[in-house]
């Protein structure tokens, strides 16, 4: 209901720096402060006696709405991030709480209503995750940094490269990274998986073929060495290689030259090979599966990519990172991850790596309307089944960095300096850290 002019309660409540309004039980605005006519550009004048979707018009007006929710359920809504429409058409990012109002008796009167303008915790957001991102690759783990040094002196140099790493790491996209940094950026980048394809096919794949060479070869076929020419050629798995190409790729990187299958002319490779693979190669070449001379060819410039469970700071950067891209890929506005979920990622040891995680955003991102992804929006596999006890692992932000730090100890014989550099915190902070995770009593 309208505040009696005059009174001081009305004064409070307009000197307030978060939005406020009031609405009566048909959803008429009864109050609207100074706040709330700042954030929104609509006068209280003009927004008084107006249905609240009228004057707001946000993403949780068309089903879902807050304030709706906690009036009939007589509970309140804390903190649940959404967007508005201002008058003048821009989206604004909010976080709002709301709760029923109610007379002394118990009589409903109807709702209140606060929102925080967001913008600029999200453009400080937005910021400082480009600072995390690299050529596309986000993380600011120290496994990570490590990488990021050394890159563009790799990628400068003619040298083969081999990526290693468990399946999901991102190889491909660090063999994307190592193109572009190059000096045959502009040259085309050609990426074979050579578990994908039969020797046969394979071979034709790769090198070519001229017409005749086999039934249904009826013209020449340039392979990908020709399309890749003056750029790079990424050979994804290339511990699958079947081992009489293994003797023809030898020969590509000894001399640069190639023969199409079925051509008496050899052709000259004028091509940057990166390679990668998520078997051990060694173990591959004592066994006798993989030859050593092109195992030594390839392992000239190496780069182990380190599974996500090493660094599992960089998961909520990555989570926010996919979020923005099915946001624009799905024509949603969903804000994030809250905490309850994003405490569930973190407990969870993703063996399927960044593409594991890129698939739970995206399976989120079926279930969620909008405002923050929620525990119930995860895939079963990372939600406790019903009357389960608490899975293990941290269940807060605050449990998660005390975990970070312990583990770092661990994987670190006890060294405080090597643990903080892996960290990248002060001495101060992981002794913090250990002490909080002593009294909340983690392992």
């Known amino acids: 209901m309208p505040f009696p002019k005059g009174l001081p309660g009305e004064a409070i409540l307009d000197s307030l720096a978060d939005g406020l309004f009031t609405v009566d039980p048909q959803w008429n605005v009864t109050f609207f402060n100074r706040a709330a006519a700042r954030i929104t550009g609509i006068e209280p004048a003009e927004a008084l006696g107006r249905k609240c979707w009228e004057v707001f018009r946000s993403s949780l007006c068309?089903?879902?709405?807050?304030?709706r929710a906690c009036i009939q359920d007589g509970?309140?809504?804390?903190?649940?991030?959404?967007?508005?429409?201002?008058?003048?058409g821009e989206r604004v990012p909010v976080s709002i709480s709301a709760a029923p109002?109610?007379?002394?008796?118990g009589t409903l009167l109807g709702g209140v209503e606060t929102f925080r303008d967001l913008t600029e915790l999200h453009l400080l957001r937005k910021a400082m995750e480009a600072s995390y991102?690299?050529?596309?690759i986000v993380g600011k783990s120290p496994a990570l940094e490590r990488l990021f040094a050394i890159l563009p002196q790799v990628a400068a140099s003619p040298s083969t490269v081999l990526l290693t790493g468990e399946s999901g790491t991102g190889k491909e996209l660090f063999a994307r990274a190592l193109h572009n940094l190059s000096p045959r950026k502009d040259g085309p980048f050609v990426a074979v998986n050579c578990g994908a394809l039969p020797e046969?096919?394979?071979?034709?794949?790769?090198?070519?073929?001229?017409?005749?060479?086999?039934?249904?070869?009826?013209?020449?076929?340039?392979?990908?060495?020709?399309?890749?020419?003056?750029?790079?050629?990424?050979?994804?798995?290339?511990?699958?290689?079947?081992?009489?190409l293994q003797v023809k790729l030898l020969r590509v990187l000894q001399d640069g030259t190639y023969q199409p299958l079925g051509d008496t002319a050899t052709r000259r490779a004028d091509v940057?090979?990166?390679?990668?693979?998520?078997?051990d190669l060694e173990r591959l070449v004592a066994g006798g599966r993989f030859r050593s001379d092109l195992y030594?060819?390839?392992?000239?410039?190496?780069?182990?990519?380190?599974?996500l469970r090493e660094r599992s700071g960089d998961i909520p950067l990555l989570a926010a990172h996919f979020v923005r891209k099915f946001n624009a890929l799905r024509g949603k506005d969903i804000q994030g991850v809250d905490q309850r979920a994003l405490a569930a990622l973190l407990r969870h040891p993703f063996p399927g790596n960044v593409r594991e995680l890129e698939n739970v955003i995206e399976f989120a991102f079926i279930l969620c309307p909008g405002g923050l992804i929620a525990p119930g929006h995860l895939p079963e596999t990372l939600r406790p089944a019903p009357g389960a006890p608490p899975a293990p692992g941290p269940r807060t932000m605050e449990q998660a960095k005390c975990l970070a730090a312990l583990a770092a100890m661990e994987r670190n014989a006890g060294r405080t300096m090597a643990a903080c550099r892996e960290l990248a915190v002060s001495k101060d902070t992981l002794r913090r850290l250990l002490r909080r995770?002593?009294?909340?009593g983690l392992k």
């Open 62 to 67: 068309d089903g879902g709405c807050a304030l």
């Open 75 to 88: 509970t309140a809504v804390v903190n649940r991030s959404i967007f508005i429409v201002r008058a003048d």
């Open 101 to 105: 109002l109610t007379a002394a008796d």
């Open 133 to 136: 991102t690299f050529e596309d």
């Open 200 to 244: 046969t096919l394979l071979e034709s794949e790769l090198f070519g073929y001229k017409a005749g060479a086999f039934t249904d070869a009826r013209r020449d076929k340039p392979g990908r060495f020709a399309a890749a020419d003056g750029g790079t050629l990424f050979l994804d798995e290339i511990g699958d290689m079947p081992p009489a």
């Open 272 to 279: 940057r090979v990166v390679a990668a693979t998520n078997q």
């Open 296 to 307: 030594y060819r390839l392992d000239v410039a190496r780069l182990r990519l380190p599974p």
């Open 437 to 440: 995770a002593s009294e909340l």
